[in-house]
């Protein structure tokens, strides 16, 4: 159990405090919405407000923001096929208990965008955590919470692992996700192999075409088989979905899961770092790990990677149908999990 973290926070956030007013919020760009923690039906109308843009590292990246300017900083990270409106019942929730929390599109998603025509669109595991510590240079953020389901738990471990003294805390939907080129060649049992079918499809060329001309239904079927109780209507998958019209998102899915597998090649400047995560180093900084007991994507059971955090710790099972979005899916519970952390 995660030493120093007061039980009686573990209870969700009432009803009352979600019910605050965007004005009381000081979040005049949020419209706000009912949300049920325990519903995985749950469907939220809520928008951010203007995005902001700052070139750090390799990037101009499209961000949200909300809470005060002189909070204790929250970062927030999404998943693939998925941005940021993952998080869009989170932030305020956050915001409301004194938390500035930053919410960036990754590299290939929404307004982010390369600087230079000429950049390699790479998307390994490594690169994806240095655009998260560039942004947090060019937004003079020292330390700051990371949290994040899918790629952005991922980058979220890695910031956690590699620059511990910019993480205060980590919360990471299905926990230790860290991998090596090395570590993916290794076969798994069939049934394990079959939930990674779109990995496979990727790596062909005629995977790549397919998705380009059928992006909308893929990333939907993808929604329905990784969250199968969460009923999401059409506008929610719409709203997300427009972050997909990003000029080089296909060439940043398609990289990203060709490189897991060894079948395309990184950056060697990124050598090193890819070579200390290949040792599957262990996190320190305080840490909760999260699972929706719905979850339909590939991902580890939790006693194979408890071991991996060093620090304070705790794994929490998010019931209710709760899939693979759970941020989106469970809002209240993944904010509390971040109070609790940032608390410990």
Known sequence: MLDNINPR?????GAAAV???????????FARAQTNPGAASTVSNASFGKIKQINAGELSIGYAEAGPANGPVVLLLHGWPYD???????APILAAAGYRVIIPYLRGYGPTRFLSGETFRNAQQSVLALDMIALMDALKIKKAVVAGFDWGARTADIMAVLWPERCSGLVSVSGYLIGSVHGNAKPLPPKAELAWWYQFYFATERGKIGYEQNLHDFNRLIWELASPQWHFDDATFERTAQSFNNPDYVAIVIHNYRWRLGVAPGDSKYDALEAKLATAP?????SITMEGEANGAPHPQPSAYASKFAGKYEHRLIKGGVGHNLPQEAPQA???????????
Not at 19 to 26: D, F, K, P, R, V
Not at 84 to 90: K, Q, R
Not at 334 to 344: E, L, P
């Open 9 to 13: 926070r573990r209870r969700l956030i």
């Open 19 to 29: 019910g605050i007013s965007a004005l009381e919020l000081g979040l005049p760009n």
């Open 84 to 90: 940021i409106y993952s998080f869009v019942d989170v």
């Open 282 to 286: 262990a996190v320190t900084v305080p």
């Open 334 to 344: 993944f904010a509390q999990a971040v109070i609790d952390v940032a608390k410990a």
